[in-house]
Nanobody
Framework: VQLQASGGGLVQAGGSLKLSCAAS????????MGWYRQAPGKQRELVAS???????DYADSAKGRFTISRDNAKNTVYLQMNSLKPEDTAVYYC????????WGEGTLVTVSS
């Protein structure tokens, strides 16, 4: 399974970005899809996840600002990020679980103050 993430970039505080991550390859039933992030000098952390049935989970820092969604027909997961803050600056990684975990390469999100 290969993952291709896109949508990162530079945005001012208070702005919005939408990340996408498309899975391809030997796909038969992807279970959980999620977004993680890693800021400089910090550990990678969960931002949000979504089950195949649409059950979502968010980090406290993402609640009320970020929305995760998925299109099972396209094997794609999205992360709509609103009201971005400088502390959201990080490399964002998508992860999917199909028997094992697969990680994307990451996309950089930079929020300027």
């Amino acid at each position: 399974v290969q993952l291709q993430a896109s949508g990162g970039g530079l945005v001012q505080a208070g702005g919005s970005l939408k990340l996408s991550c498309a899975a391809s390859g030997s796909i038969f039933s992807i279970n959980v899809m999620g977004w993680y992030r890693q800021a400089p000098g910090k550990q990678r952390e969960l931002v949000a996840s979504i089950s195949r049935g649409g059950i979502t989970d968010y980090a406290d820092s993402a609640k009320g600002r970020f929305t995760i969604s998925r299109d099972n027909a396209k094997n794609t997961v999205y992360l709509q990020m609103n009201s971005l803050k400088p502390e959201d600056t990080a490399v964002y990684y998508c992860k999917v679980h199909q028997l094992i975990d697969y990680w994307g390469e990451g996309t950089l999100v930079t929020v300027s103050s």
